[in-house]
């Protein structure tokens, strides 16, 4: 594995976007990812259902296998952006230890906490997810039977409860263009 | 996941060697490594060994272990080369199956097939597995207890016991010059 990659176009970075189920997450990646691709930048979005499809089809949503999951995300995304590719990862990643692994290994790590309130999250229940957690029916579900421990000092955080899709990636991409990484 | 990304500064491409395992594809890939970086170019090599310590942990050598590998590399190989990467993947990747999905998944895939007679291979015994294997300590492994189906058309053959090292990377540069890949 090439650790010394000195060749580099443009400089990379992982966009890490963290938060309950239902925040807006995917929602504001894929906003942004259209944004850049006009922009003609290099994005790769790694968002948790389509991971899911490739990456890590064998894992639940156990502990264990939250480490692993989020331990493969954080291993493409860091080959992804030290060869200048943006990269968008969306994932809940409720565990402050999982996120501030990812922060050591990948450069130009951006932490973006998608903080909406828990009562919103589940008012909206897009995938009737927190139904079937209130009901018993799945375990380890994030703010319910599980804790998301929320960032202390993230990049950024939106509050999407109060800011349209828009407001949200408008502040990332200027996060972005001050830091000198578009 | 964008799969529409037209702003590619480079040509990405895998070059994907197969072969028994001995035969010489992780040397001639870290050779081939170097070569690159020296010409400042940017590459990343996937290689069985460093692969599993990070994405394929939970993996053993069983068919459908093998099977769940090799998609997770495909799955990442594809993700760099179509940001300009030149993937170099070492695998022994004895199922046809496999290659032939990997080729179907990539832009520009190149398969080399580093082919060097089992006896050889077997004389060499580098991490002393094919010991083990002809004593019934490890099953499944290829060209003692589980097929090798070699490449019928592969874009290169490299005859390890026959040429060098450097020989063999020069092989491949030269290919991928002529194919403009670098």
Same mark, same amino acid.
């Given at each position: 594995m090439n650790t010394y990659n000195n060749s580099i176009a443009n400089k990379g970075c992982v966009v890490w976007f963290t938060g +309950? @189920? !239902?925040?807006g997450k995917t929602t504001i990646a894929q906003a942004l990812e259209q944004r850049l691709i006009k922009d003609k930048k290099q994005v790769e979005r790694l968002d948790g259902d389509v991971v899911r499809q490739s990456l890590?089809?064998? +894992? !639940?949503? @156990?502990k264990e296998d939250r480490d692993t999951n989020i331990e493969r995300v954080t291993f493409v995304a860091k080959l992804l952006a030290r060869n200048g590719v943006l990269v968008l990862v969306s994932f809940i990643s409720p565990y402050k230890k999982h996120r501030e692994t990812a922060r050591m290994e990948v450069d130009n790590f951006i932490e973006v906490?998608? $903080? &909406?309130p828990l009562e919103e999250c589940e008012r909206r229940d897009v995938k009737g997810m927190y139904k079937k957690a209130r009901a018993g029916e799945?375990? $380890?579900f994030t703010g319910i039977d599980d804790p998301y421990e929320a960032p202390? &000092?993230?990049e950024l955080e939106l509050m999407t409860h109060k800011c349209s899709v828009d407001e949200c990636v408008e502040e990332i991409v200027g996060y972005l263009q001050k830091k000198k990484l578009i």
């Open positions: +309950l @189920s !239902g925040a890590t089809r064998d +894992l !639940g949503f @156990s906490h998608v $903080n &909406c799945i375990q $380890n202390e &000092c993230p």
